[in-house]
């Protein structure tokens, strides 16, 4: 679709060719005109540069796309330093860079003029704890029963009405149907009876709903694209995704809660309702660096590769379905315990648009994980496989990834999970996370991939994560499916001089892991409330500071403690198997 065919509406402006930059001058703070033709205009011209002056911008999508959609653009950078762009319609997507390389987009604030969620008051709660009567605040949406806007089934969470963060102890809200009582009042009741027995809801506590909108930006089949100085307010599910394409793009940007809207004196609750960051099937890694991200309804940081499911296997020759891989990628395959079970070159890789399968999968996971496109791949050396085995493609999964120097803070779900290799999480500050602050690991219900190796955690602070209901803990390597899996499946990790503080229950969970290296961490004021953790099934004690099972090769050095609450009854507790070295000397009370 031409670029030039979408109108993004707004008022009277004019613009400027120069012989160096183009630069879209404004008379007044509201423009209107064709902002995205202006854009490729300056491009298609021969500019190096864009430069769009400050001021407010209220954009419109056409039929079928985005608000603003630039795609097949390099080497170009487009300067929105002080513009504020306004999307207009909350079920499109704000911004799409599609098939770009060595562009650089700084400066802007983004934000829709309408929140694409709500939020309101806990009115009543029924005895039984089956629904809420909740009323809805003034300036934010009232279509709470719409699935234009919002799920059929809603989805929800608490907060404090004090602190205006999440409510800790909650449970996410998961709605089976909604029911108007009013204009701005609603009746959600719950797949599952939630009264104040089982969770501490009360009636003033406030509440958010997501919405169903799109991902605000997006930087698709991209190279070494950057987002810097760029700040977005209430965004539709993530904040900013990047999916496909060689990767290599570096991020510095923040996710806030922005201004009340219209018509409102409470301000949001939320600033995105889903991942600030996600990245997925990328070549190369993202780098983020210096970015603040706040008030999410899901996690902070994700970089995962997805899960090709082996369908037959014979010799060298694997059939996969939803392929990444190329000539010369690796393949690593887990078999249906999720254990390794070899690794191998991809020789070929062609797609089987006949191809025909009715085998069901055993596996507890997503539907139509085992449907087409499939894939027919050559490896050297052959590996054993069969039916329900998995694959993963290193090269494909964000692997050389650099985290380095962000805050993220008070949200829903983790600040980091990250499911790639050859990765850097440096300098970080995490406060607040409702489950794990930093948590490596494989999701194989989610058919999120991969393993971790040769990843370095240091020099970050976790602070006052895990806290709601039955959480793994506060830095999490492991894997889970449900119980810890066996092997090796991630590998050189090494956790150095991070400061964990305030986390009840479990503060450091290894599983699954073969050459773990944790030196000169600190843990202090911990463990001073009751926790229970998600593995009691399994054996995870909340009780105990550290908790390593299924690992080999597991060393403690200089490791200190200090402050631990009531709760706490010992330092380290190794489940077999578990080989740890350094158990007394390295991990010890500070003097």
Request: with cysteine; hydrophobic share 40%.
């Amino acid at each position: 679709m031409s670029v030039g065919n979408r109108t993004l509406r707004a008022g009277v402006f004019l613009f400027f060719l120069t012989f160096l930059s183009a630069t879209v001058r404004a008379a007044e703070p509201v423009l209107p005109g064709d902002l995205e033709q202006t854009i490729v205009q300056a491009y298609r011209s021969g500019n190096k540069q864009v430069v769009i002056p400050p001021g407010t911008y209220r954009l419109a999508p056409t039929p079928q796309g985005p608000h603003l959609w630039l795609d097949n653009l390099s080497d170009f950078e487009i300067d929105a330093t002080g513009a504020r762009l306004i999307f207009t319609d909350r079920t499109r997507a704000g911004i799409e860079f599609y098939h770009c390389r060595n562009v650089r987009f700084r400066g802007a604030t983004v934000a829709y003029a309408v929140p694409p969620f709500t939020q309101g008051v806990v009115e009543v709660i029924s005895p039984d704890g089956k629904y809420y009567d909740i009323r809805i605040d003034d300036g934010y949406p009232a279509e709470l029963d719409d699935p234009r806007y919002f799920p059929r089934k809603a989805i929800g969470y608490l907060f404090d009405p004090k602190t205006r963060w999440w409510k800790p102890g909650a449970f996410d809200l998961y709605g089976r149907r909604t029911e108007r009582l009013g204009p701005r009042r609603f009746r959600v009741y719950w797949s599952k009876p939630l009264p104040p027995d089982v969770q501490p809801v009360a009636a003033g506590d406030l509440i958010a709903f997501r919405g169903s909108g799109p991902h605000n930006i997006l930087v698709l089949d991209s190279q070494n694209v950057e987002l810097a100085g760029v700040t977005i307010y209430n965004s539709p599910d993530f904040a900013v995704l990047e999916s496909g394409g060689e990767g290599g793009n570096h991020y510095t940007f923040n996710v806030e809660r922005g201004p009340a809207p219209e018509g409102a004196s409470a301000t949001p609750l939320l600033s995105s309702t889903a991942d600030a960051f996600h990245s997925v099937n990328v070549r190369g890694g993202p780098v983020l660096e210096d970015c603040h991200f706040e008030s999410m309804g899901d996690d902070g940081i994700a970089i995962h590769g997805t899960f090709s499911y082996v369908m037959e296997a014979s010799g060298d020759r694997l059939i996969l379905s939803k392929s990444t891989f190329r000539p010369g990628d690796p393949i690593r395959l887990f078999d249906t315990r999720d254990r390794p079970a070899g690794e191998a070159i991809v020789l070929t890789a062609a797609p089987l648009p006949r191809y025909e399968s009715s085998q069901k999968s055993r596996r507890n996971t997503l539907a139509g994980n085992t449907n087409g496109p499939y894939f027919a791949v050559t490896v050297r050396p052959a590996l054993p496989a069969g039916f329900d085995y998995l694959a993963t493609n290193p090269a494909a999964e964000g692997s050389g990834y650099v985290v380095r120097n962000n805050t993220i803070r008070n949200h829903r779900a983790r600040g980091m999970l990250l499911k790639a290799e050859d990765g850097l999480v440096e300098g970080n500050l995490i406060d607040g996370s409702t489950m794990g602050g930093i948590v490596l690991t494989p999701e194989f219900w989610w058919n999120e991939a991969g393993y971790s190796r040769h990843v370095i955690v240091r020099d970050n602070t976790i602070r006052h994560v895990a806290y709601a209901p039955k959480q793994l803990g506060g830095l999490v390597l492991g894997a889970l499916d449900p119980a810890p899996v066996e092997g090796c499946g991630n590998e050189d990790i090494r956790i150095e001089r991070n400061h964990l503080v305030d986390i009840n229950g479990v503060n450091l969970l290894i599983t699954s892991a073969c050459g773990v290296f944790i030196r000169q961490n600190q843990f202090s004021d911990s463990q001073r409330g009751a926790a229970t953790a998600a593995g009691e099934a399994w054996g995870e004690d909340p009780r105990a500071l550290v908790v390593v099972t299924q690992s080999r090769d597991v060393d403690f050095e200089d490791n200190v403690v200090s402050d631990l609450g009531p709760f706490n009854k010992l330092f380290l507790k190794v489940l077999r198997p578990a080989a740890v070295r350094g158990m007394a000397a390295g991990l010890r009370l500070q003097p």
